[in-house]
């Protein structure tokens, strides 16, 4: 069992920055692949950014969150960061952390545990 909880969350600017931290006890955290979701209002929770197991390789949803966003690990401190830049109304949405066996996922079906989310409310 691994249980994730998310901080960093908040009410932002458009043009802003945030951080948002997961952070897991239970089971040796760098055996899983962890991941970021966000779900807006009324949509589907859709795949932001997922980060390897060892830190070294990242995937991003598409070429506009890569350029603003970075997802990153500290398996010394059990902790995966999703640094997020250049914040607009429509990165709006509660996020998600999630750890998976697999190597390497953005298909939510994947994920084996989930945090409980973090809203993040970005003004215009």
């Known amino acids: 069992q691994v249980e994730l909880v998310e901080s960093g969350g908040g009410l932002v600017q458009a043009g802003g920055s945030l951080r948002l931290s997961c952070t897991a006890s239970g089971r040796t955290f760098s055996a899983y692949y962890m991941g970021w979701f966000r779900q807006s209002p009324g949509k589907e929770r859709e795949f932001v950014a997922g980060?390897?197991?060892?830190?070294?390789?990242?995937?991003y949803a598409d070429s506009s969150l890569k350029a603003r966003f970075k997802i990153s690990r500290d398996n010394t401190k059990n902790t995966a960061y999703l640094q997020m830049t250049s914040l607009k109304p429509e990165d709006t949405a509660v996020y998600y952390c999630?750890?998976?066996?697999?190597?390497?996922?953005?298909?939510?079906?994947?994920?084996?545990?989930w945090g409980q989310g973090t809203q993040v409310t970005v003004s215009s």
């Open positions: 999630a750890a998976s066996i697999r190597l390497r996922t953005e298909r939510e079906r994947d994920y084996d545990y």
């Open positions: 980060v390897s197991k060892t830190g070294g390789s990242t995937l």
